[in-house]
């Protein structure tokens, strides 16, 4: 089968699509519980602060195993257990109608989406970069942005298991892979930290409130890894951009003016991986443009 992922492009886009999928639906699990365990951390951290001679095994939810593995999943209404069938990507919800087996309690149609998500954009590079360790490495990175994607559009925080593995990941491929771009790499992750550290500063002093978090400052690091300090402009200005139309989308929307939090995680991710595939033919057209 190796042999066949490394001289079929057609088979090795075809098994990315087919693995992808079922990352994507781990994804999901990784969506839901990387913030709950998040919280149940904070907590117990606040309450050995509180109680400094409480035993370990008193503090919130210290005898509940929950992690990415347990408990399995379940229905959230009737509490049925997810059997194998039932958790096939995408072919399970449309086979069971988009409902619980037991209790037909309707199954957000975000499940299957995110699966298909995962697979389309994980082909696509697979397709755009062919075989290579490179090309493999950054299928995985995708993995990681679609995660980092929800996490933060569900509860406004990019967590450092996410930001720090793409940073690490992509030091680590290019060290092995490419090490003629390794200081480049580095600068990139340099200048994409402290160019949203330096932003965030600015308006602070400014105005006396936190504009982005820190895990922008992160990915924006991890990011300028992939892509190298030179194509650092390119994600700022998209993501920018893009996030400036849906920002004030929203706030006519919502009526709810400069008061709306808009997660700015999503825009610095779906930048970053067009930037990746796309930053030579985007800089192009700009300069072309520009001239």
């Known amino acids: 089968m190796l042999s066949l992922i490394e001289n079929s492009p057609t088979f090795f886009i075809a098994f990315t699509f ?18 709950v365990m998040m919280k149940r ?9 509180q109680n400094p001679e409480a035993e370990p095994t008193s503090y919130p939810h210290a005898n509940d195993t929950f992690n990415l593995v347990k408990p399995d999943s379940r229905c959230p209404k009737c509490q049925h257990k997810i059997r194998a069938w039932e958790n096939i990507p995408v072919l399970s919800w449309l086979a069971l109608g988009g409902k619980c087996s037991q209790c037909k309690t309707p199954i957000s149609k975000r499940y299957p989406a995110i699966e298909l998500l995962t697979a389309v954009l994980s082909a696509l590079v697979a397709w755009q970069l062919g075989y290579a360790p490179i090309t493999l490495a950054f299928i995985v990175g995708t993995w990681l942005l679609v995660a ?4 933060d559009i569900d509860e406004m925080l990019l967590p450092d298991t996410l930001t720090l593995s793409l940073l690490w990941l992509g030091l680590l491929t ?4 490419e090490p003629s771009q390794l200081f480049d790499a580095v600068i990139g992750a340099a200048a994409g930290y402290m160019s949203l550290f330096t932003v965030y500063w600015a308006f602070k002093l400014l105005t006396g409130k936190e504009g ?8 924006l690091a991890a990011l300028g890894v992939w892509v190298g300090w030179q194509h ?11 996030g400036a139309i849906v920002g004030i989308g929203l706030m006519i929307a ?9 997660p700015f995680g ?18 192009t057209w700009y300069l072309n443009t520009l001239i």
Do not use: C
């Open 18 to 35: 087919v693995l992808s999928l079922l990352v994507g639906s781990f994804l999901n699990v990784v969506i839901y519980r990387i913030p």
């Open 41 to 49: 951390g904070w907590e117990q951290e606040i309450y050995a602060y």
């Open 148 to 151: 980092m994607t929800f996490i």
């Open 174 to 177: 290019i060290a092995v892979f």
């Open 212 to 219: 982005m978090g820190f895990g922008d400052f992160k990915l």
């Open 232 to 242: 650092l402009p390119i994600i700022i200005l998209l993501s920018s951009v893009v």
């Open 254 to 262: 919502q009526k709810k003016g400069r008061t709306l939090a808009i």
């Open 266 to 283: 999503p825009y610095l991710a779906a930048a970053g991986y067009l930037t990746v595939l796309y930053g030579d033919a985007i800089a």
